[in-house]
């Protein structure tokens, strides 16, 4: 059975700074794998999308890298800004298409 | 529509009441997702609709839960003699294709907040 865990739970962090989030996966046979991001009282929204081939993916100052072997993905936000602050989910594809979500992580950009 | 479109955005109701919550898919979009945000247990899986037909129900919690889609567009999701532990966030999402997974990107509504006294 396929289970997503992300660390930390919770970041706090001065705007400006580069961070990392964690996610990691326990059955490296995944299609893709998506970064959300959801703020409070709102849908999810797609930040990125790996597809298996792939090493990493780019949007803007988001990266995210995935390694199939490790089960291991990260999501790399530079120069943070208060406007990030939100929780980021972490979700992998199944067969059959359905997300399997990670807990998030819960970040805090102090301006 | 511009969106995945789910109502009503806030429910109450009574233990032991049914209610039905709404999707309105992306238009085009053939797959359409439910799942269940809870406070301590993350989102999680409930049933996945490929056109009218539901090949994976497996995320389903109790025979309480059962959702149905009609003309391959709007789905609702049913919960019959609510309890309190069904209190969560229900999200829909959907995709162009459920089985292509290189079009099986996932949109997502803003989803429905329901709470059982």
């Known amino acids: 059975k396929q289970e997503v865990t992300q660390i930390p739970a919770a970041l706090s962090v001065p705007e400006g700074e580069n961070l990392v989030l964690n996610c990691s996966f326990t059955?490296?046979?995944?299609?893709?794998l998506q970064w959300f991001r959801q703020d409070p009282g709102k849908g999810l929204t797609s930040l990125l999308l790996?597809?298996?081939?792939?090493r990493e993916q780019t949007s803007g100052r988001l990266n995210a890298s995935l390694d199939k072997s490790s089960g291991r993905s990260t999501l790399y936000i530079a120069a943070s800004q208060p406007g990030d602050s939100a929780t980021y989910l972490c979700?992998?594809?199944?067969?059959?298409?359905?997300?399997?979500f990670g807990q998030g992580t819960e970040l805090s950009v102090k301006p | 529509g511009a969106g995945v479109s789910q109502s009503p955005s806030n429910k109450v109701t009574e233990k032991g009441k049914d209610v039905e919550l709404r999707c309105d898919p992306i238009?085009?979009?053939?797959?359409l997702y439910w799942y269940r945000q809870s406070l301590g247990q993350g989102l999680e899986f409930l049933i996945y609709?490929?056109?009218?037909?539901?090949?994976?129900k497996s995320g389903l919690p109790s025979d309480r839960f059962s959702a149905e889609r009609t003309g391959g567009s709007v789905s609702t999701l049913t919960i019959q003699r609510t309890q309190q532990e069904d209190s969560a966030v229900y999200l829909c999402?959907?995709?162009?294709?459920?089985?292509?997974?290189?079009?099986?990107?996932?949109?997502f509504g803003a989803g429905t907040r329901l709470s059982v006294l």
């Open positions: 238009s085009g979009h053939t797959a």
């Open positions: 999402a959907s995709s162009l294709d459920g089985l292509a997974h290189l079009k099986n990107i996932q949109y």
């Open positions: 059955d490296s046979a995944i299609y893709n």
């Open positions: 979700a992998v594809y199944n067969q059959g298409g359905k997300l399997i």
């Open positions: 609709f490929q056109g009218n037909s539901a090949p994976d």
């Open positions: 790996i597809q298996s081939s792939q």
